[in-house]
């Protein structure tokens, strides 16, 4: 049974500080992605890699940074944290490219 | 540009009828198309799956059915059940270029009704 984490539920942060959301897998998939889901909008893709130190930008990538040091681990990285980041984050990761599976969310509220 | 499309932000049904929820797309490299469903303060769940090379695909109460000359896939819930009331999201993805990930489309929510 494939488990996403992520490394909190919700995270209150305020304008202009450094936010780290971590999303660890282990099923040894190669691809994780992170995604915002926001009402209207579906889930939008951010970032995704397909390796260990490899990454890609996906269609909305301004204002994030991702790191993947290890094949488990995928962080999540906000350089200065926006109230329009505010926003349900989602970890997912795959064997397959296309059926992935989820951590539970991190909501995050930027004050 | 929205790629794929759900355009009932909201559905209704009666517990032990039928839910269908549908979803347009606009790519016609998409050659795989999936459904999530997804409950409050959860992250989305897999669900049922289809490749363009097929029309159908059944796994137990949900089928899904595509239409590649409409560009349309949907997904049929038969009997609805109280537990089926979340967000059901439809994404498509192909297999190379620009289409090598998943578009997911805005989401409906379905409401079952004891």
């Known amino acids: 049974d494939v488990k996403v984490t992520q490394s909190s539920r919700y995270l209150v942060k305020r304008t202009g500080e450094k936010v780290f959301l971590e999303c660890v897998q282990d099923m040894d998939h190669e691809n994780m992605f992170w995604y915002r889901q926001d009402p209207g909008l579906g889930l939008r893709l951010i970032y995704f890699s397909y390796d260990v130190k490899m990454k890609e930008k996906g269609d909305i990538p301004e204002g994030y940074s991702v790191s993947r040091e290890k094949k488990e681990r995928f962080s999540l990285i906000l350089e200065s944290a926006s109230t329009n980041q505010t926003s349900m984050y989602l970890c997912a990761s795959s064997l397959l490219i296309h059926t992935q599976y989820f951590g539970p969310g991190t909501r995050l509220t930027v004050l | 540009d929205q790629q794929v499309k759900q355009n009932s932000p909201s559905l209704s049904v009666q517990e032990g009828r039928i839910s269908i929820l549908n979803c347009d797309y606009t790519n016609s490299m998409f050659d795989y198309f999936l459904w999530y469903k997804k409950y409050p303060a959860e992250g989305p769940t897999f669900l049922i799956s289809?490749?363009?090379?097929?029309d159908k695909n059944e796994d137990g109460r949900f089928t899904v059915f595509l239409n590649k000359s409409a560009k349309h896939l949907s997904l049929h819930i038969v009997p609805s059940q109280p537990g089926d009331s979340a967000v059901y999201f439809c994404?498509?993805?192909?297999?190379?270029?620009?289409?090598?990930?998943?578009?997911f489309g805005t989401g409906t929510l379905l409401a079952v009704q004891p």
């Open positions: 994404a498509a993805g192909g297999y190379g270029g620009a289409t090598n990930k998943l578009i």
């Open positions: 289809i490749s363009s090379i097929k």
